[in-house]
């Protein structure tokens, strides 16, 4: 005669225990884990500690600024900026670089694009850009502005270099990062009209957000 075995409810609050002893180890599996990864990058990011480029403003030339009309603008400016990348163990990509000029706010030339580039460590590269504006808008105010400026002997132009940027460590690459660089010309601008262009030449820090 066949025995039939009957599991009596002791023995269902064992197997459901288990069940839940399993869980509870895969839980805490996952979870180191994870802890491990986020450690390990977090170490990794404070050994390479990486430090954001630095840009410098070498010599901007403007050759035209002046009214075509009551309130259009035609600008010719030529720009020189040393780009470094002062980390040691990280190379830098540069994507989707766009130079543009501004005066008090206002944008004086259109858009000009940088060819994409590769920087290793600590190596520096020239930037070169020549920037133009043909009939662009500005406000009533910009002639006030420029006279105004002509008058006490200076002329200040904001000279910016937005884009992307990925790091490079090993064969590891980075997502992008947004770039924001700034840089300020300021040029002698007297009451006699220049017969060349104005020019400054100087190696001021250019102020970099990442």
Same mark, same amino acid.
């Given at each position: 005669?066949?025995? =039939?075995?009957?599991?009596?409810?002791?023995?269902?609050?064992?197997?459901?225990?288990?069940? /839940?002893?399993?869980?509870?180890?895969?839980?805490?599996?996952?979870?180191?884990?994870?802890?491990?990864?986020?450690?390990?990058?977090?170490?990794? @990011?404070?050994?390479?500690?990486?430090?954001?480029?630095?840009?410098?403003?070498?010599?901007?030339?403007?050759?035209?600024?002046?009214?075509?009309?009551?309130?259009?603008?035609?600008?010719?400016?030529?720009?020189?900026?040393?780009?470094?990348?002062?980390?040691?163990?990280?190379?830098?990509?540069?994507?989707?670089? $766009? =130079?543009? +000029?501004?005066?008090?706010? $206002?944008?004086?030339?259109?858009?000009?694009?940088?060819?994409?580039?590769?920087?290793?460590?600590? /190596?520096?590269?020239?930037?070169?850009?020549?920037?133009?504006? +043909?009939?662009?808008? %500005? +406000?009533?105010?910009? &002639?006030?502005? =420029?006279?105004? /400026?002509?008058?006490? &002997?200076?002329?200040?132009?904001?000279?910016?270099?937005? &884009? $992307?940027?990925? @790091?490079?460590?090993?064969? @590891?690459? #980075?997502?992008?990062?947004?770039?924001?660089?700034?840089? %300020? +010309? =300021?040029?002698?601008?007297?009451? %006699?009209?220049?017969?060349?262009?104005?020019?400054?030449?100087?190696?001021? $820090?250019? #102020?970099?957000?990442?």
């Amino acid at each position: 005669m066949s025995q =039939v075995l009957i599991k009596s409810p002791k023995h269902c609050a064992k197997q459901g225990l288990n069940i /839940d002893k399993l869980y509870k180890k895969l839980f805490f599996l996952f979870s180191t884990l994870f802890t491990t990864i986020l450690s390990l990058i977090l170490l990794i @990011w404070l050994i390479l500690r990486p430090t954001k480029p630095e840009f410098t403003l070498k010599e901007a030339e403007i050759y035209q600024l002046n009214l075509s009309g009551p309130h259009l603008l035609n600008s010719s400016i030529q720009l020189t900026i040393l780009s470094k990348n002062p980390n040691q163990k990280l190379g830098i990509y540069y994507d989707e670089l $766009q =130079v543009y +000029a501004a005066y008090k706010g $206002q944008q004086i030339t259109t858009y000009t694009s940088l060819p994409h580039f590769y920087q290793g460590h600590e /190596d520096s590269n020239l930037l070169t850009a020549s920037l133009v504006g +043909a009939g662009l808008p %500005v +406000a009533p105010s910009f &002639g006030y502005e =420029v006279g105004r /400026d002509q008058t006490a &002997g200076k002329l200040v132009v904001n000279l910016k270099v937005n &884009g $992307q940027l990925r @790091w490079k460590v090993g064969t @590891w690459v #980075s997502g992008r990062y947004r770039l924001n660089v700034n840089c %300020v +010309a =300021v040029t002698a601008f007297g009451p %006699v009209i220049p017969t060349g262009p104005l020019t400054t030449k100087q190696g001021t $820090q250019c #102020s970099t957000s990442i």
